[in-house]
């Protein structure tokens, strides 16, 4: 079971807190129906997706770097935010830490140009933060050679009136006990809840748990070693605890890291997208393991493990190396490439009208409206304190709406057609072995995947106006007894040959496109 957290969210305008209750009831269904594991809920109540001024999201954006949890699920995309570039933004930190982002009501969230275009803006930030990284690397550099504190002062030590690394005598201790304890051979869990028992928290301020338990036993600073890049200075920082200890703890992590445990935390990269081509179920991950020990994982249909589909279940290995070659074979081809970037331009300037401008306007309107009749009931006579109030909080808004419109006009940059081929080419130099990209396409273009037990598998595309979720009567409706042949040849599965026919890439708009292979 892939961790997963539920970020909901409500604004203060026409809904109510017992929507925050469908949206976690939605994401649960959504949640079991795919193989995730919800772990945890971030709720931010009346508060609008276009600011990011949104506690727990904030804290859900923090959490992400801690490796606790693999997925979120938002009920529909607006949610995560109402802005295109500012989720752009804002999913580039949850999706670099290895996050993945679902939502619960829209399989083809927000139209499909849009999905691409969202990518490509990811891709940006990318760019752009990584530009800024090396220039800060600099800055960064030439502190490391003075051994100052950079970033995270960890749990025990303290920043010196100097800027280096100094004991900090009110937590050190608890560093100290936590090596101790783990060298007796107490648990991982037993030490974090005997920790977050008595009170001590992390230098986050945080409950301890495994992960942050990890990332204490395996810092070098606590023996006295200050690293940063190539910069590697023995006693360099004074040190907590003695080496002997450090490393038989080091000993002990990569025995229990070996165990069988771990061996299962296995990254399912269709988890949402994989169906079964029967009945129409999600086929979620699933593993065995055989009698030599050796750990095997599997695609498994839902109804399947209820007993109402006879669907065999498909390795894990075949079945997404063979996605993954399409959606690459997908990229390579330039006029695919130039179609996408003409509907993304297309796309931008569609979406400009309804974009966070146009939910300024009308909340100035209502601004407006509200304001006019606060001035008509005074001149009636109504002149009371809470109405004169009232009417200072209208002006201070009003003030605040004609700030945001003159903010989001010069905000929301758009790309245009140069930038977009730029980087859909860029992705054909990706690495098919890094999981992160490999996440990365089957996000951006793949929608969802029918496979059946008669040779026969179909890919559904992002490149539909249509804006509902594919359904597997839509699937059937469209590729009928699967005679159209297939857009690409791909690789067989064992005992089956190639496909002879390819079909063009005009129809790719018109209709909820399908790849039928013929396996």
């Given at each position: 079971?892939?961790?997963?957290?539920?970020?909901?969210?409500?604004?203060?305008?026409?809904?109510?807190?017992?929507?925050?209750?469908?949206?976690?009831?939605?994401?649960?269904?959504?949640?079991?129906?795919?193989?995730?594991?919800?772990?945890?809920?971030?709720?931010?109540?009346?508060?609008?997706?276009?600011?990011?001024?949104?506690?727990?999201?904030?804290?859900?954006?923090?959490?992400?770097?801690?490796?606790?949890?693999?997925?979120?699920?938002?009920?529909?995309?607006?949610?995560?935010?109402?802005n295109r570039y500012d989720s752009?933004?804002?999913?580039?930190?949850?999706?670099?830490?290895?996050?993945?982002?679902?939502?619960?009501?829209?399989?083809?969230p927000d139209g499909p140009e849009?999905?691409?275009?969202?990518?490509?803006?990811?891709?940006?930030?990318?760019?752009?933060?990584?530009?800024?990284?090396?220039?800060?690397?600099?800055?960064?550099?030439?502190?490391?050679?003075?051994?100052?504190?950079?970033?995270?002062?960890?749990?025990?030590?303290?920043?010196?009136?100097?800027?280096?690394?100094?004991?900090?005598?009110?937590?050190?201790?608890?560093?100290?006990?936590?090596?101790?304890?783990?060298?007796?051979?107490?648990?991982?869990?037993?030490?974090?809840?005997?920790?977050?028992?008595?009170?001590?928290?992390?230098?986050?301020?945080?409950?301890?748990?495994?992960?942050?338990?990890?990332?204490?036993?395996?810092?070098?600073?606590?023996?006295?070693?200050?690293?940063?890049?190539?910069?590697?200075?023995?006693?360099?920082?004074?040190?907590?605890?003695?080496?002997?200890?450090?490393?038989?703890?080091?000993?002990?992590?990569?025995?229990?890291?070996?165990?069988?445990?771990?061996?299962?935390?296995?990254?399912?990269?269709?988890?949402?997208?994989?169906?079964?081509?029967?009945?129409?179920?999600?086929?979620?991950?699933?593993?065995?393991?055989?009698?030599?020990?050796?750990?095997?994982?599997?695609?498994?249909?839902?109804?399947?493990?209820?007993?109402?589909?006879?669907?065999?279940?498909?390795?894990?290995?075949?079945?997404?190396?063979?996605?993954?070659?399409?959606?690459?074979?997908?990229?390579?081809?330039?006029?695919?490439?130039?179609?996408?970037?003409?509907?993304?331009?297309?796309?931008?300037?569609?979406?400009?009208?309804?974009?966070?401008?146009?939910?300024?306007?009308?909340?100035?309107?209502?601004?407006?409206?509200?304001?006019?009749?606060?001035?008509?009931?005074?001149?009636?006579?109504?002149?009371?304190?809470?109405?004169?109030?009232?009417?200072?909080?209208?002006?201070?808004?009003?003030?605040?709406?004609?700030?945001?419109?003159?903010?989001?006009?010069?905000?929301?940059?758009?790309?245009?057609?140069?930038?977009?081929?730029?980087?859909?080419?860029?992705?054909?130099?990706?690495?098919?072995?890094?999981?992160?990209?490999?996440?990365?396409?089957?996000?951006?273009?793949?929608?969802?995947?029918?496979?059946?037990?008669?040779?026969?598998?179909?890919?559904?595309?992002?490149?539909?106006?249509?804006?509902?979720?594919?359904?597997?009567?839509?699937?059937?409706?469209?590729?009928?007894?699967?005679?159209?042949?297939?857009?690409?040849?791909?690789?067989?599965?064992?005992?089956?040959?190639?496909?002879?026919?390819?079909?063009?890439?005009?129809?790719?708009?018109?209709?909820?496109?399908?790849?039928?292979?013929?396996?």
């Amino acid at each position: 079971m892939i961790p997963a957290v539920i970020y909901a969210r409500y604004s203060s305008s026409g809904q109510r807190e017992e929507s925050i209750e469908g949206q976690i009831r939605e994401c649960r269904e959504f949640a079991e129906k795919n193989g995730l594991n919800i772990i945890g809920e971030y709720v931010d109540k009346a508060l609008t997706g276009r600011t990011d001024k949104r506690p727990d999201f904030q804290r859900m954006l923090r959490d992400s770097e801690r490796g606790v949890f693999k997925a979120v699920i938002c009920w529909k995309m607006d949610r995560f935010a109402r802005n295109r570039y500012d989720s752009a933004l804002y999913k580039y930190k949850p999706k670099k830490n290895g996050v993945r982002i679902f939502y619960a009501k829209e399989s083809i969230p927000d139209g499909p140009e849009g999905i691409i275009l969202e990518s490509v803006m990811e891709g940006y930030a990318e760019y752009y933060s990584e530009n800024l990284r090396q220039n800060v690397k600099r800055g960064f550099y030439d502190s490391a050679l003075e051994l100052k504190v950079l970033g995270h002062v960890p749990i025990g030590y303290k920043k010196a009136p100097d800027g280096r690394f100094a004991v900090d005598p009110d937590t050190a201790h608890i560093v100290k006990r936590i090596f101790e304890e783990y060298a007796a051979g107490i648990s991982a869990k037993e030490i974090c809840q005997s920790l977050n028992k008595e009170g001590y928290r992390t230098s986050q301020k945080a409950l301890f748990n495994k992960n942050s338990l990890r990332r204490i036993l395996e810092n070098k600073k606590y023996i006295g070693i200050y690293e940063y890049e190539d910069i590697h200075v023995e006693n360099g920082i004074p040190a907590i605890i003695d080496k002997e200890l450090f490393d038989k703890c080091q000993t002990m992590l990569e025995r229990h890291h070996k165990s069988p445990a771990a061996q299962r935390d296995t990254t399912f990269l269709l988890t949402a997208k994989l169906f079964c081509g029967h009945c129409g179920e999600a086929m979620t991950g699933d593993s065995g393991t055989s009698h030599t020990g050796k750990v095997h994982t599997y695609y498994t249909c839902n109804g399947r493990k209820q007993h109402t589909c006879d669907k065999k279940r498909v390795r894990k290995e075949w079945i997404e190396d063979l996605i993954i070659e399409q959606l690459i074979k997908l990229i390579h081809s330039d006029e695919f490439i130039d179609t996408v970037a003409d509907r993304c331009v297309e796309y931008q300037a569609r979406e400009k009208d309804n974009s966070a401008l146009q939910a300024l306007e009308n909340r100035q309107k209502e601004n407006e409206k509200a304001i006019a009749n606060l001035i008509k009931a005074i001149e009636n006579g109504i002149d009371s304190p809470s109405v004169k109030s009232r009417l200072v909080a209208l002006e201070a808004e009003k003030a605040q709406i004609e700030k945001g419109m003159a903010q989001q006009l010069i905000r929301e940059p758009a790309l245009d057609r140069e930038q977009i081929v730029f980087f859909l080419k860029a992705l054909r130099d990706g690495d098919v072995n890094d999981d992160m990209y490999k996440a990365f396409l089957v996000d951006t273009f793949l929608n969802a995947v029918y496979l059946y037990d008669d040779n026969k598998l179909v890919l559904v595309l992002n490149y539909t106006k249509n804006k509902s979720k594919v359904t597997l009567e839509l699937i059937e409706k469209e590729i009928g007894d699967g005679g159209g042949g297939s857009l690409f040849a791909p690789l067989s599965s064992p005992g089956h040959e190639r496909p002879r026919s390819c079909r063009g890439l005009s129809a790719f708009f018109e209709r909820a496109t399908s790849i039928y292979i013929k396996l």
